[in-house]
Antibody
Framework: QVQLQESGPGLVKPSQTLSLTCSVS??????????WSWIRQPAGKGLEWIGR???????NYHPSLKSRVTISLDTSKNQFSLKLNSVTAADTAVYYC???????????????WGQGALVTVSS | QSVLTQPPSVSGAIGQRVTISCTGS?????????VHWYQQLPGIAPKLLIY???NRPSGVPDRFSGSKSGTSASLVITGLQAEDEADYYC????????????FGGGTELTV
């Protein structure tokens, strides 16, 4: 059973960089045909896909965030990370890391979710 | 504003049937991309309910069913139970720009 756990600062100042790490257990992030993603949810609002990284390292980001986002893999630690720069209060949200279903299945849905990490942007 | 449009809220009595719609466009649902549905209980991560428009993962009751037609999809819940009270999200893929995954704005179900 794959498990994901987010970690990182819960408070970030405006204009600074939000950094989160997702630790993965129960499977290797460098094996298989999987997309690893970050998804966020502001309080009382819906889900927003931030971006993804494939097992190979290829990335793709939400058009509205791509100028500020970087997602990367650390295969030595079996982790992947999110960096979102120039944050504002609008970036305050619960951030989930996620693994999508096997790419070879042809279906692209979230199979495993982390528990979520609240990040507040405030001075 | 979400790329996929859902009603903000729906309600139904115990034992009744409700339908939650998810309306997209020619760049996502209408382009043939699959729709998936998630249930989110308060304070926890979403859980997959329907994948590939109509398929239920193991463990999901057959009271939940999905369909897709044209630029829209629907989630139907029959025999409503109190524990179905939650937020529901549809998700698909949009092929504009380099392509990206999209979620609906979510629907709050009150039982």
């Amino acid at each position: 059973q794959v498990q994901l756990q987010e970690s990182g600062p819960g408070l970030v100042k405006p204009s600074q960089t939000l950094s989160l790490t997702c630790s993965v257990s129960g499977g290797s992030i460098s094996r298989g045909n999987y997309y690893w993603s970050w998804i966020r949810q502001p309080a009382g609002k819906g889900l927003e896909w931030i971006g993804r990284i494939y097992t190979s390292g290829n990335t793709n980001y939400h058009p509205s965030l791509k100028s500020r986002v970087t997602i990367s893999l650390d295969t030595s630690k079996n982790q992947f990370s999110l960096k979102l720069n120039s944050v504002t209060a609008a970036d305050t949200a619960v951030y989930y890391c996620a693994r999508w279903a096997d790419d070879t299945s042809g279906y692209y849905y979230v199979q495993y979710w982390g528990q979520g990490a609240l990040v507040t942007v405030s001075s | 504003q979400s790329v996929l449009t859902q009603p903000p809220s729906v309600s139904g009595a115990i034992g009744q049937r409700v339908t939650i719609s998810c309306t997209g466009s020619s760049s996502n649902i209408g382009a043939g991309f699959d729709v998936h549905w998630y249930q989110q209980l308060p304070g926890i991560a979403p859980k997959l309910l329907i994948y590939g428009n109509i398929n239920r993962p193991s463990g999901v009751p057959d009271r939940f069913s999905g369909s897709k037609s044209g630029t829209s999809a629907s989630l139907v819940i029959t025999g409503l139970q109190a524990e179905d009270e939650a937020d529901y999200y549809c998700q698909s893929y949009d092929n504009r720009q380099r392509g990206y995954w999209v979620f609906g704005g979510g629907t709050e179900l009150t039982v």
